[in-house]
């Protein structure tokens, strides 16, 4: 089983080599070059081969020790073939026979696993094990999303505000709900990990409050068509009960304060405090969204939806489960100076990316790209930086 904890980083290094493959293009356009197809592949790798495929090996290694571990390690290699299957179909075709037939296969495997993880767990009440079933929960709500697109694109309807709609369905219950939940399952591990006192009643509280506001703020991601004012209604308490929700989880561990954090090491404290800067920034981007201006201003520059969205899968996901990585011991010493430019490459790229109408677009292309570089060139170095490799 330890040997599977390096495959979501190496995942993680691929799909960020696709993305600088995506920026190179954007630069220096390729010929022949199927860009949507290559973008589905980066997409599917991110968060399939490696938030939820982390989550998942994680969910094994944390929550199951006693799990029978043949059973659990032919799911997860079944599971990580079908995302290499993946990054060879959706560049070849997009989403046709093959890569459908693919991710569904995923999806059927990943079902079966969560099966078994629910029943394995059944029993289980402590708040980490309550919250990874609830972002599993949200992986099967989020499936509809790929299937409702692969039909709609087979029926000549791509572009259509369907469309769109089943993109920012699948993007946000994967966000919002598999890898937030997630997330917040290995934080209450690691304080139990670390013997702070969890208050379970807050914790409880604060995962209904944060279902509730998941399945709500949907309706942020339909304001760009100017629904009616009910829909910008329910997408703003959906906003408002997210705060409260992380008012509750805070205060499960608010009378430990911010003492827990001396225990880890330094680079797991500067991943997690960037995470927590990214999710505040995060909880406040998604409740002006609410105003229309702003709505109609966040899907029309393709530049802020690609800001927001690195800000949390990168900002908020991938920098807590690099320092989930470094403080469970999964990694060999990174380099500070790895450390600082891969921070230093994702905070250019999201500068770059809001400054657009001020800097040249040609300008903000080629800083996005080097920045892709550097971040794909360390993110490297972390996946041969696992322990055992």
Not at 42 to 58: C, D, E, P, Q, T
Request: net charge positive; glycine share 6%.
């Amino acid at each position: 089983m330890p040997q599977l904890l390096k495959l979501p980083l190496i995942f993680f290094f691929i799909a960020s080599g696709v993305g600088v493959l995506l920026r190179w293009h954007h630069v220096y356009p390729l010929e022949s070059f199927a860009y949507p197809y290559w973008l589905h592949a980066h997409s599917h790798l991110m968060f399939l081969g490696w938030v939820f495929n982390a989550l998942v090996v994680n969910a094994v290694v944390q929550f199951l020790p006693d799990a029978p571990v043949k059973r659990y390690t032919k799911i997860i290699w079944l599971l990580n073939a079908l995302v290499l299957g993946m990054l060879i179909s959706f560049p070849l075709q997009g989403y046709g026979v093959y890569s459908i037939i693919i991710s569904t296969l995923h999806t059927v495997v990943a079902v079966i696993f969560i099966i078994y993880f629910f029943r394995a767990t059944r029993h289980t009440v402590f708040p980490e094990v309550q919250y990874m079933k609830t972002a599993f929960g949200f992986f099967m709500l989020s499936a509809a999303g790929p299937f409702a697109l692969g039909a709609l694109m087979a029926n000549g309807l791509g572009q259509t505000p369907a469309y769109h709609l089943a993109v920012y369905y699948y993007l946000h219950f994967q966000y919002n709900g598999v890898f937030m939940f997630g997330v917040l399952a290995l934080f209450y591990r690691l304080l139990r990990q670390k013997e702070v006192v969890i208050q379970e009643v807050s914790a409880q509280r604060g995962k209904v409050l944060l279902i509730v506001s998941c399945l709500l703020t949907y309706a942020l991601s339909a304001l760009w068509l100017q629904p009616s004012v009910i829909v910008y209604g329910i997408g703003l308490a959906g906003a408002l009960l997210q705060l409260v929700a992380f008012v509750f989880i805070y205060r499960s561990v608010n009378p430990v304060g911010i003492k827990w954090l001396r225990t880890f090491s330094k680079p797991a404290r500067i991943f997690f405090a960037l995470a927590a800067i990214s999710l505040i920034i995060k909880l406040v981007l998604q409740l002006i969204s609410v105003v229309p201006v702003v709505a109609q201003l966040a899907f029309a520059v393709r530049f802020y939806v690609m800001a927001y969205l690195h800000l949390v899968l990168i900002g908020v996901i991938s920098f807590f489960l690099l320092g989930w990585y470094h403080e469970q011991g999964y990694l060999r010493k990174v380099p500070g100076g790895i450390l600082f430019l891969l921070i230093l490459a994702f905070v250019t790229t999201e500068v770059a990316m809001i400054l657009v109408g001020v800097v040249k677009v040609d300008v903000i292309r080629e800083i996005i790209l080097f920045s892709s570089m550097v971040m794909c060139a360390a993110i490297g170095i972390y996946a041969a930086r696992q322990k055992g490799t």
